[in-house]
Every structure is written in C-alpha cells, then in structure tokens.
C-alpha cells in the first residue's frame, strides 16, 4: 500500500461497506496508512449510521497479514511471491498454452458475489468474457438468485428488475426464506433492516415470517409459520388457489397489461389449501387467512429469497410469489413490490415492450443443461472438468470466488480443480478453490479503490447515490489498479500480449459508451460531438470516466450540462455522505420489455415446468426422516470473511442445529458430535440443540470448511467448521434456472460410533 493521502494527520473518509448488499454508509478513522475505527455514518440518509460487525472489521480485513499484496506463482508445488511483470506473461504463457492446443471452450470463467460489489469488474467482466471467447461461464448466481432472473425476464422481461419488497410503506410483508436481520437483506438494497421492521408497529404493518426455523427475523414478526424444507411453492400455490376460490383477485391499475390470468387459475385448481397441509406443514385454515390478509391489505408484499430458490422448485416458487403480488394488486404499488430507479440508470418512459427473454440458447456439453443468463449451472462445472472428449474444461479463469465451498458437491469439485492444466486466480487470499491456482493476481484492497455500489444500489428501496474515492492512494510500486488488472486479462486473452497498454482497453469502453449513446436517436448524448464528451472526462481515472458516462447520462444526470443541477461525479463527490432522491415509483407498464408489451403472467417455459410441481403433489415428499437446511450469521459473509478474529471470536457458529426431540431420538446432545450422511457425501459436526428449529429439519451453515492443507489463512484454519456443501448433491438442481438445491436435503444423523 502507498502512502496515505494525508501524511499521519488523523482523519475521517466517508463510504459505503463493501461486505453485504445493505449498501451501509461508513466513516472510517484512519492514522497515517492505518485504519484505526469504522464507525456507522449517521449523516447517511439512507442507513444513518446503522453498520454491522462485518463493516466494522472492515479495517481488519484491509491489514490482514494473510491477504496477498503481490502476486504468487506455483512453482516446485508451492507458491512463490513474483512481479507483477512475471505474473502476466505467466498467464499469458499457460492459457495460451492450453488454448492453443485445445481451444477457446477448454475455459471457463467463473465470478463470485464480490466482484458486484467493486467498480472495475462493473464495467471490465463483460469484456473479459467476451475477450475469453468461451461460452464456460459461472457464477455464484446458479447458487443462489438465478430463479428470481428467469421469473423477471419471462414475465416482465427484464431478468435484472427485481421486484422490491418497499418495506417503508408496506402494511403487510409476507416473507419466506428469508433472514434479513442475519443477511442484512438479500436482492433488495435496504441498509438498517432491522430499524426498519422496527417501524411496522407504529405505523401499524404487520410482519408474518415463513421459515423451517425460527429466525432471528421470525422472533421479531408478528407471526412465524414453520414449513417443511422445499414445499414453499405447494404452499404459495394454495394462497393463489384461495384468492380464486374466495373471488379476491383484484390486479388494479394494471389489469389491462397482464395476461395469462385464466392459466394460473387452471394451474393451481388441484392446490387446495386442504391437499398442500401435510405436505407442507401448514394447516388449511390459516393458509386461507394468510391469502385473506393478503388480499385485503391496503398494501402488501410477498419476499421471497435463497430459502426458496435455492430448492428443488426454485423458480415455480419464485414465480408464484410473483402471482401472488400481481393478483392482489401489489406489483409496481407503493407498500407493494416494485423495481427500483437507479440513478445511473436510463429509465425508459416509452411505449410498453422490448426484446424479450430467452434461455437456453446454447447447452452444457456433458449435461446438456440451457444457459441461463449466459451461464451453465454452478453444479455442472465438476462434470464440464471431469469427462474427457472435446470440449473438456481445462483451464479456469477465476475472479474473487471459493467454488469448493461454495458450489454443489464441494469434495468432487476438490478433485476436478487438482486436475486441471491450468488455472489463474484474482483473489485476495490463498483459500481452498484457489489453492489449486497456478497465478494468483491479488486485487487492490476495497479501501485503495473508488466506491459506487453500481450493483446493489440499482435493487434499493430508494433512490439512493453515494460516491467516495479511495481511503488509501496506490503507488506505482504498489502495483496495478483494479482496472488495469482486468485491462491486462482481456489484452492477454485477446492476443494482444502481456506487454500491451492497458489504456487501450480503457480508451475504448469509454469511446463505445460514447458512440452508442450518439447513435441511438433516442438516448441522452444523441448527436452530441464526441471529443466534447471526452473532454469533459478529462483528469478522472478509467472507472471514474465510465461511472461519471453513466450518472450522467441516467435518468437524473446533467446530460453533460443539459440538464440544469443533474447528477454527475463531480456533484456526487461534493456530497461524501450520499444523495437520497427519493422512494420508489411506479414504473410498468412503460417498463414492460416484453416482445407482447404485456406482463406475461403465464410464460410457456414457466408452464411447462409447472408439470414437476404438479408431478410432485401427486408423489410429495415422505414425511419421515431429516431435511437439511442452509443458515446465514450475522458476522459470516460466504467464506472469505472467516480470516478476521473479531468476526470468529466466541463460541463454535459453525454447528449441526437439531431441534430436541430430532436429537433425543439419536442419542445426541449439545455438544455432542455427530456423523451427517447425504447421498453426495458425509461429515462430523458438533450438535447444537434448539427449539427453534421444526421437527424433522436440521440446519448447517455454509462457507466452512477450512480445514484442509495449502490454504494460507491461518485465523481460519483455527475455527474450520465443517464444509456443509460435502453433503450437496450436483446432480440435482432447479431445472429450469440451473440453480443449485442447498436447502431441502434428505440426511442421515447418527451419533458417532
């Protein structure tokens, strides 16, 4: 790191974390090159001064001695610290290698949760992806929100537009398989979850939680149902059949825009409230009062989240929520669900329709399994590396992600990554995917790098901006920004070669922006003179050029001085605590992208997957036995948060959460270990027992595992867990999003012999 901005003066720098979706504004304290304190910031009118303890290690994660400054190499079966000079031809040298001897689909690329979270993967992975040439691309999406994706863009058409629960106006929030109070919130951007629930009582709102375990945000609702792990969309399905049968659909302003009305209704006539109770654990009386209340809010939302997509139905489930806030006339509502406005966003107020959506436009090579989004399944990569013939993957690109404890099936995936030719890593710490790696490129710390939450701002509950530049300034000796990092990759992939500029790769995002905003007869620069845009970019760095095209050019900026008191970078800059424009607005039908211009509530791909759903309440799951379920931690992010002390200090997390009764029956106790079998795999984990959980449900959380040799953080590897993704099968999944199943899973709990 190069010297501080300010000698050893101290002083405060405002931003956002970068640790969580909540988008928390912080002030961080910093000495000289030393973060000292990391406080919440309460002039941030969109989380005033709320953080959590992960924000406040957020100067622990930037000195950790364990995190990589400079880049390694393997060499003689260890790595070995190189120039940055040494590492890029090493890239160039080894992909090529692998390239030129079996071809462009012999990669695959695969991205993480981080990188949403920094602004140069923002603007530089797509055309780093573009640049590789292959069509082997994953992401932590097929592990997690990808049913959300397919329902977006089938029935609205846009897979990006989540439907936002507006919880600050809401007067009713059904939520299933969701934690906020533990995730901080997910697929919506609301900093301060838990001061905001807070509000539902004076205001008079009600909070009903579904959940197979007694939350964190269950204890605070007004109501908490236990259901069985997986049944959530039998569940959801019976709430759509009641409002048919009580006659309480009522879509509103936007009636004349939906279609497919009549089909839902026929879809869900044999999901009788009556015939989904012992499926899902819910009995039928309060399955019709649920659906009641939710007819008759004045305005309520359905939230869904990893609970309930990340399951067998993923996306029947996600798709029936949707139902549900269409038919009761809560979608694009104020209180309802609605899309957000994002400030670096072009917002089209024309006539309703668009492209449309498509999956499925190239398949997997061993499982023939459809793209989605441009991706292959996350539980299909071991098969894409293990099964020879041509094709084969090969070589791994990796960008800020631990698939060996994060995708399906973890002890096989181990396996494939020890056999692949080759394998670069962007990744700050030598973890267990990455310790396979033959480079390492470590990225700059979130700290020496400009912040704009691009991603997760464009899911928030307001419309929110908030700029800040780097806490610390990067010498030269210090090595490449993020920016130039990923210029490098795309150079090198392209055949440019490890010694091309990267100014080249910036240079021409810029001018592409440029000359696709003047071309469009519609957009905000059409017709303006291109060098004149260029100069008004002057003096800012490559990401600040592209983020500032994009500010400006949104649906609030100045249109580089038409627009009189519009956002730009440089305003932004003037206001270190953020600027909040307000909540969200109704955006449909104009908003529709559709090919039909119309809200498609029974798109054919959905339809035909429906014929699973209905399989399954013919043959539902059998009633004995265990299932397991995922669970998140206030302190824990995934796995790469578990090197900071503070964050694991204090009793085990990492524990087999069994219900009493379940325990008792196996001879089992807290603190006892126990064996876990599944069909993929097997462990031991420490016995933690709780009322919390529902009868027949056990619950592991995942991104553990640290237990295994070559991994480089020590902090870690002196509280390993137990890795719970050993026990997830890669042969199933959602069909039709490709998301993995981590929740649901039937195990086997014995004490140890």
């Not at 010694?499 to 303006?528: C, K, M, Q, T, W």
């Not at 039909?596 to 791909?605: I, T, V, Y």
């Amino acid at each position: 790191m190069g010297a501080s901005t300010s000698g050893s003066a101290r002083r405060t720098a405002y931003r956002t974390c970068p640790l969580c979706e909540a988008t928390c504004g912080v002030a961080i304290e910093v000495e000289g090159d030393r973060v000292v304190r990391v406080r919440g910031d309460e002039a941030d009118p969109f989380s005033r001064g709320f953080v959590c303890p992960k924000g406040a290690a957020l100067g622990d994660v930037h000195h950790d001695p364990d995190r990589l400054r400079q880049p390694v190499v393997r060499r003689g079966g260890r790595f070995v610290p190189v120039s940055w000079e040494e590492a890029f031809v090493e890239v160039e040298r080894g992909l090529g290698a692998v390239l030129a001897a079996h071809g462009r689909q012999s990669l695959a690329v695969l991205l993480g949760n981080p990188v949403t979270h920094h602004l140069a993967p923002a603007f530089y992975l797509r055309p780093l992806v573009r640049a590789a040439g292959t069509r082997n691309l994953f992401t932590a999406s097929t592990v997690d929100q990808m049913p959300q994706h397919v329902v977006s863009g089938l029935v609205w058409g846009d897979p990006n537009a989540f439907p936002l629960p507006d919880i600050d106006r809401t007067d009713y929030l059904l939520m299933l398989g969701a934690n906020p109070l533990a995730s901080n919130g997910s697929l919506v951007t609301a900093p301060d979850f838990p001061g905001r629930l807070k509000q539902f009582k004076p205001r008079g709102a009600k909070l009903v939680v579904v959940d197979p375990r007694r939350t964190e945000t269950a204890e605070r609702a007004d109501e908490h149902l236990f259901i069985r792990p997986g049944t959530d969309v039998f569940w959801l399905a019976a709430l759509v059949h009641t409002l048919f049968a009580e006659h309480l659909v009522s879509i509103g302003r936007l009636e004349r825009w939906v279609v497919g009305v009549e089909e839902i209704r026929t879809l869900v006539t044999p999901f009788a409230p009556e015939v989904v109770a012992p499926i899902c654990g819910i009995d039928a009386a309060t399955t019709r009062r649920i659906a009641r209340s939710l007819a008759r809010a004045a305005a309520a939302a359905v939230y869904g989240r990893i609970g309930n997509h990340a399951v067998e139905f993923g996306t029947a489930t996600a798709w029936m929520a949707a139902v549900l806030n269409v038919l009761t006339g809560n979608f694009d509502r104020p209180g309802g669900v609605m899309t957000s406005s994002p400030v670096a966003s072009r917002i089209d107020d024309g006539e309703p329709g668009g492209r449309g959506y498509r999956i499925g436009r190239w398949k997997s090579r061993v499982g023939g399994h459809p793209e989605v989004n441009g991706e292959f399944p996350a539980a299909a990569l071991a098969e894409e590396i293990e099964t020879p013939g041509e094709g084969r993957i090969r070589a791994l690109l990796s960008v800020a992600t631990n698939p060996v404890r994060s995708y399906p099936n973890s002890d096989r995936l181990d396996r494939a990554f020890g056999a692949l030719d080759f394998y670069v890593a962007v990744d700050i710490y030598v973890n267990e995917s990455t310790r396979h790696a033959n480079v390492i490129l470590p990225p700059p710390s979130a700290l020496e790098e400009e912040n704009y939450e691009l991603t997760f701002l464009g899911n928030a509950v307001r419309s929110f901006a908030k700029y800040a530049p780097p806490v610390f300034e990067r010498g030269v000796e210090d090595g490449p920004s993020e920016a130039d990092l990923f210029a490098k990759l795309v150079l090198i992939l392209r055949g440019d070669g490890a010694e091309s500029d990267p100014a080249r790769v910036h240079d021409a995002l810029v001018d592409e922006f440029i000359e696709r905003e003047r071309s469009d007869p519609a957009g905000p620069l059409a017709g303006r003179d291109a060098d004149e845009i260029r100069r008004a970019l002057a003096g800012l760095s490559p990401v600040g050029k592209l983020l500032d095209l994009r500010l400006r050019t949104g649906w609030q900026g100045d249109l580089f001085g038409q627009r009189e008191g519009g956002i730009s970078l440089t305003k932004l800059a003037e206001h270190p605590h953020g600027v909040d424009l307000g909540p969200l607005v109704e955006r449909f039908p104009a908003r529709l992208a559709t090919e039909s211009g119309l809200l498609e509530l029974a798109p054919g791909p959905l339809v035909a997957d429906w014929r699973r759903v209905r399989e399954r309440l013919e043959r539902p799951h059998p009633a004995e036995g265990l299932l397991l379920i995922g669970r998140r931690h206030l302190r824990s992010n995934n796995s790469w948060m578990h090197n900071i002390p503070a964050l694991v200090s204090g009793r085990p997390r990492c524990t087999l959460l069994m219900h009493p009764a379940d325990a008792a029956a196996r001879g089992l106790g807290s603190g006892d270990r126990a064996r876990v079998r599944s069909k993929a795999g097997a462990l031991e984990a420490l016995v933690e027992t709780s009322d919390a959980l529902m009868p027949g449900v056990v619950s592991l959380p995942h991104g553990w595992g640290h237990d295994v040799a070559g991994i480089e953080m020590r902090v870690a590897a002196a509280h390993p867990g137990v890795a719970s993704n050993v026990l997830t099968d890669d042969a199933i999944l959602d069909v039709a999003s490709g998301n993995a199943v981590l929740n649901g899973i039937p195990v086997e709990v014995g004490a140890l012999a």
